[in-house]
């Protein structure tokens, strides 16, 4: 079974940085690809990036490009999303995602990734 945990959420001011975490328990992590989703009140859930198997390769929601990172560490199972310049319609759920073998077009896609953490609140205001 694969397991994934998110932290690293909280409120921030806009404008101000943080940085999400997320570790995966399953063996042979390193040929999963991961991604992020976010989910704010009432709304579906959104497609925010993406970091294929090797880490070679990123993809970002238009609404996040230049201001969020994906990366990930194999060593250490665990995948991260650094956003900067935060805004308040960043203000959502955060939820981390990883499939072994989703193809490129489908990564944008809730419904096409097998596994998912529980979510973590980060929210943006003064």
């Known amino acids: 079974q694969v397991q994934l945990e998110e932290s690293g959420g909280g409120l921030v001011q806009p404008g101000g940085s943080l940085r999400l975490s997320c570790t995966v328990s399953?063996?042979?992590?390193?040929?999963?690809?991961v991604g992020w989703f976010r989910q704010a009140h009432g709304k579906e859930r959104e497609f925010v990036a993406a970091?294929?198997?090797?880490?070679?390769?990123?993809y970002y929601a238009d609404s996040v490009k230049g201001r969020f990172t994906i990366s990930r560490d194999n060593t250490k199972n665990t995948i991260y999303l650094q956003m900067s310049s935060l805004k308040a319609e960043d203000t959502a759920v955060y939820y981390c995602t990883a499939d072994q073998g989703i193809i490129l077009s489908s990564i944008y896609g809730a419904e096409h990734w097998d596994y998912w953490g529980q979510g973590t609140q980060v929210t943006v205001s003064s």
């Open positions: 970091i294929r198997r090797s880490g070679s390769y990123t």
């Open positions: 399953v063996p042979r992590f390193s040929t999963y690809s």
